[in-house]
């Protein structure tokens, strides 16, 4: 599996024959020229996971490619985007993705809570190789191999990005939603998700593939 990581929480996963991206959202960059991709999935509506200004050029590059979104993002950008709820199982090329999760992480008692679905991608031989969770903090209970973990977030503090990480406990971590973070500042967050969990946690130089 290599994963390039094009900011925030916009990751492109190349696994066998199958590339999947999540996330592309205004926070990133370097995902426009991308083209052959197998699908496009989408954790929630906030524009720092889905640049509707951006959207439609990619998907005009990739025809090809299925395109999935939690059931309120799908309904505000319409056909072809289909609706993915927690429990669903869905194959794209060679892999089979399943959508959990279902709510967004809660940000203020006062602020409406919206879908956020979280992905996993697997086959048959890892069931869960790679989870994106978006904006939530949803544990699937199962072994994961490679977690895409959010760093920070105004709806996390940094003891429940720890807790999040040690309580899914995969083989691997790769941060993600640092966009908020001003670069300088990121490795504190980085070195606390390093130092205080067992998981292998390695930061993903941006618009680089990395073979894990």
Known sequence: MQLTHFGHSCLLANISDTTVLFDP??????????????????????????????????????????????????????????????????????????????????????????????????DDEHPARLMHPGDALFVPGEPVDVLATPAAAPWMKISEAVDFLRAVAPEKAVPIHQGIIEPNARGIYYGRLAEMTNTDFQVLTEENGTEF
């Open 25 to 122: 959202g205004n926070f990133s960059h370097g995902f426009e020229g991308i083209t052959g991709l197998s699908a496009i999935l989408i954790t929630h509506q906030h524009p720092d996971h889905a640049d509707t200004a951006r959207l439609p050029a990619l998907i005009e590059a990739n025809p090809q490619a299925a395109l999935y979104a939690d059931p309120q993002t799908a309904a505000q950008l319409g056909e072809p985007w289909k609706a993915v709820h927690p429990g669903d199982e869905f194959r794209v090329g060679s892999l089979n993705v399943r959508g959990t999760g279902g709510r967004h992480a809660v940000i203020h008692p006062e602020i409406p809570v919206i879908d956020n679905i979280s992905y996993l991608l697997g």
